[in-house]
């Protein structure tokens, strides 16, 4: 695969804007630095006009919600919006409880969303598929993960990124499917929270039309980065990881990237 945005990233600086979950904002912000992009962290509903407008994308995750915050996500979302920058939901545990279905459903709503990148329970949830997920887990089910994904992605005409041993992803009519990562990543609370976060820096480089491309480069990106530093460490250093991914997607080249990338399109 080619490595296009990363150095655009690098070049460009982009600001990206986070709402975000309590357990994962440190780790996204950090991500993002690291990466080479700008993180503005900014939950009050008092600034979700202003903020939007110095920067180059949205994420919103709904992982811990709390106050106001659902206001300030439609709000921020809407100004994204009308300003054109691209906007991504993260419905962390959508199907873990009524409020959390309530929301995502106000949001997808309300908001056109450029990405929306979870797990497969999020996705079959979302795609009406037949699945157990537990709490925030991806949980476990038959359905096929390639209908799930491409389903979501025409129905909120959005590209879908969908995580998990395999990620997937779609704009409604391509799918590709991502064969690198570390099994350890799920034992790190915030890595899939991380993933959302630098794929608003992906998206804000990209030009509309590209999303598709920006979004697979995402993904291998960062799955790649993960691997790498797997490598490296005995199967129960989650710590070393944490940190490790942060190292990685700071030197990671475009290099690395095209000779380790495993994307097949189907």
């Not at 991500?31 to 939007?52: C, T, W």
């Not at 811990?64 to 915050?69: H, N, P, R, S, Y």
């Not at 979302?77 to 309530?102: E, F, S, W």
């Amino acid at each position: 695969m080619q490595s296009y945005y990363l150095a655009k990233i690098r070049t460009q600086n982009p600001l990206i804007h986070n709402i975000t979950n309590i357990v994962a904002a440190n780790y996204c912000a950090n991500g993002l630095l690291a990466l080479g992009a700008s993180p503005i962290m900014a939950v009050a509903i008092e600034e979700m006009e202003d903020v939007p407008a110095i920067s180059q994308a949205l994420v919103i995750n709904i992982g811990t919600l709390v106050g106001k915050e659902i206001e300030a996500m439609l709000l921020a979302g809407k100004t994204a919006n009308q300003l054109g920058i691209p906007v991504i939901l993260d419905p962390v545990g959508v199907a873990a409880t009524q409020y959390r279905k309530q929301t995502v459903a106000q949001l997808l709503a309300h908001i056109q969303f450029s990405g929306i990148r979870g797990n497969a329970g999020e996705f079959a949830y979302l795609a009406g598929a037949d699945w157990q997920a537990k709490g925030v887990d991806a949980g476990k089910g038959d359905a096929n993960l390639n209908a799930i994904c491409q389903q979501v992605a025409r129905k909120y005409q959005t590209i879908a990124m969908m995580s998990g041993e395999v990620d997937v992803i779609s704009d409604g009519n391509r799918i590709a499917t991502l064969h690198n990562g570390s099994p350890m990543f799920p034992k790190v609370t915030g890595s899939g929270c991380l993933l959302s976060a630098i794929s608003g820096a992906f998206f804000a480089v990209a030009d509309k039309s590209d999303y598709f491309n920006a979004a697979v480069e995402c993904c291998s990106t960062y799955a790649i980065a993960g691997e790498l530093v797997a490598k490296s460490l005995k199967a129960t250093q989650y710590g070393q990881f944490y940190t490790g991914l942060l190292d990685k997607l700071a030197e990671i080249s475009a290099q690395e990237v095209e000779q380790n990338g495993r994307v097949n399109y189907v």
